[in-house]
């Protein structure tokens, strides 16, 4: 079955760096794009960013551009998320995302906390 796992959470002061990953397995990684989404308490689900199957392209939210990078390493079947600059406002449960055989797949989260 589909597994994600996200790790490299963490807490960072503003202006800080983070770099999150996600491991799958269950399903044929490079044939499939990948997503970052996170969630404050409260809030809805958040999209981050996207890239290709074979990460030849991504698109992220205005919020992030310039500031987080996705890559993927499909020999190891994982997904990065490099956070830089930082800010408080970047606190929120982080999770990777696949579409795969017709069902959205999400791992457990990670939590990104910025503060001071």
């Known amino acids: 079955q589909v597994q994600l796992v996200e790790s490299g959470g963490g807490w960072v002061q503003p202006g800080g760096s983070l ?3 996600c491991a799958a397995s269950g399903f044929t990684f490079s044939h499939y ?3 970052w989404y996170r969630q404050v308490p409260g809030e809805d689900r958040e999209f981050v960013g996207f890239i290709s199957s074979l990460g030849g392209s991504t698109n992220y939210v205005d919020s992030v551009k310039g500031r987080f990078t ?6 190891k079947n994982t997904m ?3 956070m830089n600059s930082l800010k ?3 606190t929120a449960v982080y999770y990777c995302n696949a579409w795969v055989t017709s069902t959205d ?3 457990q989260g990670t939590q990104v906390t910025v503060s001071r």
Do not use: K, T, V
């Open 88 to 90: 408080p406002e970047d």
């Open 19 to 21: 770099r999150l990953s």
């Open 80 to 82: 990065y998320l490099q």
């Open 105 to 107: 797949h999400f791992g």
């Open 70 to 75: 996705i890559s993927r390493d499909n020999a």
């Open 33 to 35: 794009a990948m997503r």
